[in-house]
Nanobody, 120 residues
Framework: QVQVVESGGGLVQPGGSLRLSCTAS????????MGWYRQAPGKQRELVAT???????NYADSAKGRFTISRDNAKNTVYLQMNSLKPEDTAVYYC??????????????WGQGTLVTVSS
């Protein structure tokens, strides 16, 4: 079994910064892709940014130039540095990991989410 746990959400003023962290643990053989998604009230969950094991990243247009995703493969941890936050960034941010478990079955795990509120 694999657990994914996020931390770092909170209330921040417009223009401020936050850093989210996410660690996967449990029966992990390898993790290929880790990423962040978000869901605002009344909206569908959307991609924010992903990073594969080689370090190649992918960003939503809304995140480019403001957010930076990074990864520590040894710790199965992914980070999301969010700068210049806007009220429209308010959402529950979810971490996702995929890869293989120690039993060589598919690993596809989501965290419980962490709330980011951008408001003055």
């Amino acid at each position: 079994q694999v657990q994914v746990v996020e931390s770092g959400g909170g209330l921040v003023q417009p223009g401020g910064s936050l850093r989210l962290s996410c660690t996967a643990s449990g029966s992990i053989f390898s993790i290929y892709n880790m990423g962040w998604y978000r869901q605002a009230p009344g909206k569908q969950r959307e991609l924010v940014a992903t990073v594969i094991s080689s370090g190649r990243t992918n960003y939503a247009d809304s995140a480019k130039g403001r957010f930076t995703i990074s990864r520590d493969n040894a710790k199965n941890t992914v980070y999301l540095q969010m700068n210049s936050l806007k009220p429209e960034d308010t959402a529950v941010y979810y971490c996702h990991a995929d890869g293989l478990t120690t039993g060589l079955s598919t690993l596809d795990a989501w965290g419980q989410g962490t709330l980011v509120t951008v408001s003055s």
